[in-house]
């Protein structure tokens, strides 16, 4: 069984400042990928970032980076330079490989206000 | 190119009545995956589709749900009986195959969604 845990039911950050939402994930998969969408008010689902359990480095994709703690289990998303824009509801989802890949559990999700 | 589309956007039956929502992948997509999304929460997994692969169906909530995909494409979500805790967004996506490792085959692409009211 897979489980996602997101603590912050909301955070705050001042623009252009970074902010760090924070996801701690369990799996008995060996292998395993985790992901981060963000969902803003208009309801769209939009993929941010993937990371591999077996990727050597921490995935990056603009000002977005995934601070992936395998032995920690954790896989917190790193926005630098905060803009009005990522004011949104972001969630943490994970799912296993072969057989499993299809079946994706998502956390309850964080909102993120950036303060003008 | 055309993105994941749903219809219809909005439902709204009384309960008890049976209701059909689809789902249009993007074209060349073998995974398609239905997800539920009440009020303020997260996904909930329903339904995955690979290809010819029986469907993974251990997300969905009872046997009043069903769902099938036919030609490889086009997937129509039903749900039997509606009660008033069916009400929800219902959320398609598609995408490349997942069991390959990489971005590029585990990004999900997602639909707007319907919003079903029942009441």
């Known amino acids: 069984a897979q489980k996602i845990t997101q603590t912050q039911p909301g955070m705050f950050v001042q623009e252009k400042e970074a902010v760090t939402l924070d996801c701690t994930y369990d799996t008995s998969d060996p292998s395993y990928g985790l992901f981060w969408y963000k969902q803003p008010s208009s309801g769209e689902m939009i993929f941010l970032i993937y990371?591999?359990?077996?990727?050597?480095q921490n995935a990056t994709e603009g000002r977005y980076s995934l601070n992936f703690q395998k032995a920690r289990k954790s896989a917190n998303l790193v926005i630098s330079a905060s803009q009005l824009g990522d004011s949104a509801m972001y969630f943490c989802?994970?799912?296993?490989?072969?057989?499993?890949?299809?079946?994706?559990?998502f956390g309850d999700g964080t909102t993120l206000t950036v303060k003008p | 190119g055309a993105g994941v589309s749903q219809s219809p956007s909005n439902k709204v039956t009384e309960k008890g009545k049976d209701v059909e929502l689809r789902c249009d992948p993007i074209?060349?997509?073998?995974?398609l995956y239905w997800y539920r999304q009440s009020l303020g929460q997260g996904l909930e997994f329903l339904i995955y589709?690979?290809?010819?692969?029986?469907?993974?169906k251990s997300g969905l909530p009872s046997d009043r749900f069903s769902a099938e995909r036919t030609g490889g494409s086009v997937s129509t979500l039903t749900i039997q009986r509606t009660q008033q805790e069916d009400s929800a967004v219902y959320l398609c996506?598609?995408?490349?195959?997942?069991?390959?490792?990489?971005?590029?085959?585990?990004?999900?692409?997602f639909g707007p969604g319907t919003r079903l009211t029942v009441l």
């Open positions: 989802a994970m799912r296993g490989t072969n057989t499993n890949a299809g079946k994706s559990t």
């Open positions: 589709f690979q290809g010819n692969s029986a469907p993974d």
């Open positions: 074209s060349g997509h073998t995974a």
């Open positions: 990371q591999g359990s077996y990727d050597q």
């Open positions: 996506a598609s995408s490349l195959d997942p069991r390959i490792s990489g971005v590029s085959y585990n990004e999900q692409f």
